[in-house]
Every structure is written in C-alpha cells, then in structure tokens.
C-alpha cells in the first residue's frame, strides 16, 4: 500500500514543492512505494522559479506542478495521508485542519532560501543547498521500513530524524 505524504509550508512556491520533488525522485529511484504531495495554508498561486531551477538541474520533472491549498487533501476522494511534514515554521505554527487517517505529524523546518542575503547567484545556491538538506532527511526516511511501522513507532523515527 503506497505511503502518501502531505509536505506543507505556508505559501506552497518553495521548500515544499522542493520536498515534494526530491520524495517523488528518490522514492521513485529506490523502488519505494511512497508518493509525496505538497500544499499551503496560504499558496501563493505561483511556484519560485528557482526551486524549480534546481529541482530540474536535479534531474526532476516538475512538469505539472503548482501552488495549492491544503484544502485540496481534505476533500472527499483526496488520498489519505500517513505522514504530514511541515517545513516551514509558520506552517507549523499555524491550526492544521482534521486529516483524515490521522496521519503522523512532523515539522522538519528550513530556513527560506528566498530571503537569502545577496543577488541571483546568492539565491540559487541557497535553493541548492536546501535542496540537498531536504534531499538527505527524504533519504532517511526512505530508508525505514515504512509499510511495517505503527504511527509511535513512526512518529518517533521521523522525530529522530529531525535531531540526528
């Protein structure tokens, strides 16, 4: 049974979507059954293009991306979610509504590499290297054995992913 993943952040246009792609990619590359989504509680109806830049020097298709609402997985038909991750901090800080399933919850925050200080280039390495510290916790989370685990067994592997 497929893991689905609910990655959230405030404006859904940047460390969310680049959560999303990296998820997708690797879950993909290492033949796991886990599909990420992301969303925001207040999507900017745009996606950064950097984050997009990034993901697609990866290698990742972002073709059919967008910034979406939260509200979109808690419509009738939506997927059910197993985990959520927040990885912004407003994200987490803000009243999540009811997610069906009731999905294990972690906040696995990143600084904005949108405010990063300096010009495009400035910018564009941050995104990178966001993209690479998303890219090393999405691979350990791959790594446990997902279809296996109850939700405190679960919560307290991704919790121990956040400090290690």
Known sequence: MTTNV??????????????E?????LAARLGKDVRAYSAGSAPSGRLNPFALEVLGNAGIDVSGYRSKSWDE???PGAPEMRIVITVCDNAAAEQCPYWPGSPVKVHWGYPDPSNAPGGEDARRTAFELTRQAIGYRMLQLLALPLESM???ELQQALDHIVRS
């Open 6 to 19: 609910l990655i959230l952040c405030t404006h859904n246009s940047a460390r969310s979507v680049l959560s």
């Open 73 to 75: 997985f808690i419509q």
């Open 150 to 152: 109850g939700s405190a």
């Open 21 to 25: 792609g990296m998820l997708n990619h």
